[in-house]
């Protein structure tokens, strides 16, 4: 499965294997899929070139985060916050590990999976792992954003009713999300030698990533577009610009994909996705379009206007029929309702597209052979949206003077690791 709010039919606590309830969710950000660690030997690798008390610390912060990702579908806002801080008390331990001094890069062998269906990749590299450490931080995020916005009760199918102070916290979260595929596009893939990155599964690849990360951006406008649709002093001009941009960065994301392998279900579902909200972006861009051009005052304008909004109809249409496909795609995800700024639209656009049509509709009759009757192209603005900045945290202190070199055991010590490991048998 690739859709982060979609319940799997099973999963591993308790077990692997055990059942689990099939549950159909709604989504209203697209998480194409969440990637947890699962348990890996730190201790054997690490163990006479790094301190005993590091490679405790180093494997308890990552037990730690494999225990509070196995329940991540079931978790809500607070306990994905939990998931957040362990993720980040372990970065700077495991940073240590990518340090040129400490040549221990390549020891130790890190293993992920996605949780919907068990697909493992295990690999040899330090930087893979950071790299899938700052992933699930922003896939994390942008599940604490579909949380946010999907009603808590229980209602199915349920007018989405969020505050705005809450909206705005889920535009923080896409923003942060942004941010942190921004960064690992950028100053961690540079890091992984290409020869890892051949082993990477679809969903690490760079266009994937980049294309995730401006979909974030494409949400916020979103958001940000159904807030101005709501505020009696948001001009048309200012609702159009958002609705532009918003159509920018969809058409950004889904061409960022064009290099990459869609052929598994994530990569379908992405695809899908982008293509129905690329869509719905456009029927209300063209709507708000054709309102400010009927604006004018001359025959030309209002021509102009009834093209915008019988193409505003038509996309209305299509994205309807982009949307089901995208649900019915596996993973099967419920059909939304119409929230946010295409909360009215579902009824303006075919509304004020049938009513100008009416009024202006002798003008086409006057000149049907001008070329003032095909659609006008959409305006286009500078973005306005920027991924979040994010920054590596430094590397753990506990790593100063570590070089890669074995280490001197005592005798005592030698025999307490011996000890450890027959308990661990």
């Known amino acids: 499965m690739g859709c982060g709010p979609s319940i799997p039919k099973k999963y591993t606590i308790g077990g692997k294997g055990r ?48 225990e509070l990702a196995e329940a991540i579908y079931y978790a809500d806002v607070s306990a994905v916050s939990e998931l957040q801080h362990a993720l980040e008390e372990y970065l700077p331990v495991v940073l240590g590990l990518t340090m040129k001094e400490s040549r221990l890069e390549s020891s130790v062998q890190f293993g992920w999976k996605t949780l919907d269906d068990d697909q493992e990749c295990c690999l040899t590299s330090a930087w ?93 406008v979103e958001i940000q577009l159904g807030l101005a649709s709501e505020c009696e002093k948001a001009t048309l001009s200012v609702k159009r610009r958002l609705a532009c941009e918003q159509v920018s960065y969809f058409s950004q ?61 038509d996309l209305l249409s299509n994205s309807k029929r982009a949307c089901l496909s995208f649900c019915l795609a596996n993973p099967v995800t419920r059909v939304p309702p119409p929230w946010g700024v295409m909360k009215n639209m579902h009824k303006k656009i075919p509304d004020v597209a049938y009513k100008k049509f009416q009024v202006y509709g002798h003008l086409f009759e006057k000149d049907k052979n001008s070329a003032l009757q095909s659609i006008p192209d959409l305006p286009e603005f500078a973005l306005s949206l920027r991924p979040e900045g994010y920054e590596l945290p430094s590397t753990d202190s506990i790593w100063e003077n570590v070089n890669g070199q074995p280490q001197i055991q005592s005798l005592k010590e030698h025999l307490i690791d011996d000890e450890d490991e027959v308990d661990t048998k």
């Not at 992984?192 to 949400?219: D, H, N, R, T, W």
């Not at 052929?263 to 063209?286: P, Q």
């Not at 004018?296 to 019988?310: D, F, K, Q, R, Y």
């Open 19 to 66: 059942k689990r309830r099939s549950i159909i969710q709604e989504v209203a950000v697209f998480v194409p899929t969440v990637r947890i660690p699962v348990a890996s030997d730190i201790v054997h690798p690490l163990r006479g070139v790094v301190s005993k008390d590091l490679v405790d610390r180093l494997s308890t912060l990552r037990a730690h985060v494999v």
């Open 128 to 220: 893979y792992e950071v790299l899938s450490v700052v992933h699930m931080m922003s896939m994390l995020a942008l599940f604490e954003a579909n949380l946010t916005l999907i009603p808590k009760n229980g209602q199915v199918g349920g007018e989405r009713k969020v505050s705005e102070d809450a909206k705005k916290d889920v535009v923080d979260s896409l923003l942060r999300a942004s941010g942190c595929l921004d960064y690992s596009v950028h100053r961690i893939l540079v890091q992984i030698p290409a020869q890892v990155k051949k082993s990477f599964p679809s969903y690490l690849q760079e266009g994937m990533l980049e294309a995730i990360s401006i979909q974030a951006l494409a949400q916020c």
């Open 253 to 313: 994301a889904h061409y960022c994909l064009s290099g990459c392998d869609t052929s598994d279900s994530y990569g379908k579902k992405l695809l899908l996705f982008l293509k129905w909200k690329c869509m719905e972006a456009k029927a209300v861009a063209y709507y708000y379009h054709g309102l400010v051009l009927d604006k004018g005052g001359e025959p030309a304008n209002h021509i102009s206007a009834v093209c915008c909004l019988s193409a505003a109809d």
